[in-house]
C-alpha cells in the first residue's frame, strides 16, 4: 500500500513558478508510476501529467492548453519524491492538485490510479 501527501501549494502572481511534492510512504513506492491530476472549481478532476517508476518516461496532458514546456514532472526514489515543477502560471492553472500511484507503466484516466493523495491548492492572481 501506499500513502500519498502533496505539499507545495499556495497562492502566487501570474507569471510565477510553483514546486508541488508528492511524498509517498510504503516500501514499494519504486514500483509505482506517479500521475499528477488538478481539479478546477466547478470542474471535473483532469490529467497533467505522470511519471513511470523509473523516472526513465514522462507524459503530459494533450487536452490541458499549454501544459507541456510549462510543466515538468520529476521523481526521486530515494527520497520517495515526485515533483511538479510549473513555470510561467497562469489564472486557469487554479485548481487542487493531486497526485496518484499506479501500478500500470502508462495511464492517463483516474480509474487506472489505485492510490491518491488529499490534494494540494494553487491558486493563481491576475
Known amino acids: 500500500q501506499v500513502q500519498l501527501v502533496e505539499s507545495g501549494g499556495g497562492l502566487v502572481q501570474a507569471g510565477a513558478s510553483l514546486t508541488l511534492s508528492c511524498a509517498a510512504s510504503?516500501?514499494?513506492?519504486?514500483?509505482?508510476?506517479i500521475g499528477w491530476f488538478r481539479q478546477a472549481p466547478g470542474k471535473a478532476r483532469e490529467f497533467v501529467a505522470s511519471i513511470t517508476w523509473s523516472g526513465d518516461s514522462t507524459y503530459y496532458s494533450d487536452s490541458v492548453k499549454g501544459v507541456k514546456g510549462r510543466f515538468a514532472i520529476s521523481r526521486d526514489n530515494a527520497k520517495n519524491t515526485v515533483y511538479l515543477q510549473m513555470n510561467s502560471l497562469k489564472p486557469e492553472d487554479t485548481a487542487i492538485y493531486y497526485c496518484a500511484a499506479t501500478l500500470m507503466a502508462v495511464a492517463d484516466e483516474e480509474d487506472d490510479y489505485d492510490y491518491w493523495g488529499q490534494g494540494t491548492q494553487v491558486t493563481v492572481s491576475s
Open positions: 510504503g516500501r514499494t513506492f519504486s514500483s509505482y508510476a
